[in-house]
């Protein structure tokens, strides 16, 4: 009988869903920040959740210079992730700013986002006992109810049906934290218990290559 256990083979881990997490010490910008988010009127409103990603942070630069130095903090960041994941050469870019001030007990449901890369920095949160990323938790620990966790799902859809499959992250952010991760993946953020709001920025970028073959045409349609 042959010795089944020296088949030889290759191994081959692919579609891979690359996230950066980046640690900044930045007191004095997030304090400035925390004060603009906690005094402008259009993050006190009833319905500045709801119309968060409605508009663009950096249509208030001029008010807060904070803006533009955590504005600097994304753009170069995504640089980084860019050459992490591979992407090179001559781009477009387009995007967007938005704020999330969550108060106490604040829900934001499973989603993903209408963009290539997403990121979300975080200016204030509840201190937490649980390092910055837990990502070898059981199976039994997806479904406890974790205060403040931004929880990444499992992109690859159905894995979790006979188990075995299943996988996730959550991340447990401090101020200061800023991750980066694929527009695709599911994500969703478990309600915190905190009296003061969380505060975070999240960003989404569209990337379009310059260098476009001759032979794809480029028109504008209107519909």
């Not at 992490?84 to 604040?106: C, M, S, T």
């Not at 109810?145 to 075995?164: V, W, Y």
């Not at 309600?191 to 969380?198: G, L, N, V």
Request: contains cysteine.
């Amino acid at each position: 009988m042959n010795d089944q256990r020296n088949i030889p083979f290759t191994r081959h881990d692919l579609f891979s869903t690359p996230v950066l997490l980046f640690e900044f010490e930045r007191p004095e910008m997030n304090h400035r920040l925390r004060y603009f988010f906690s005094t402008h009127e259009r993050f006190l409103c009833d319905d500045q959740a709801e119309k968060s990603d409605q508009g663009n942070l950096m249509e208030h630069a001029s008010e807060e210079p904070a803006l533009g130095e955590l504005d600097s903090l994304f753009t170069d960041c995504l640089e980084t992730y860019c050459r992490e994941i591979g992407w090179r050469g001559d781009f477009d870019l387009e995007y967007q700013l938005f704020p999330n001030v969550a108060p106490k007990g604040h829900y934001v449901p499973s989603h993903n986002h209408v963009s290539h890369i997403s990121a979300v920095y975080y200016v204030h949160t509840q201190p937490v006992d649980r390092p910055l990323l837990v990502s070898d938790e059981d199976v039994t620990q997806y479904w406890r109810p974790d205060r403040g966790a931004l929880i990444l799902h499992d992109p690859r859809f159905n894995a979790s049906l006979c188990g075995g499959w299943h996988y996730h992250a959550k991340v447990f952010p401090r101020p200061g934290t800023m991750i980066f991760f694929p527009s695709f993946l599911w994500h969703e953020v478990t309600p915190h218990d905190s009296e003061e709001a969380r505060l975070s920025v999240a960003a989404n970028f569209f990337l379009t290559y310059r260098n476009v073959p001759p032979y794809l045409r480029q028109r504008q349609l209107t519909v």
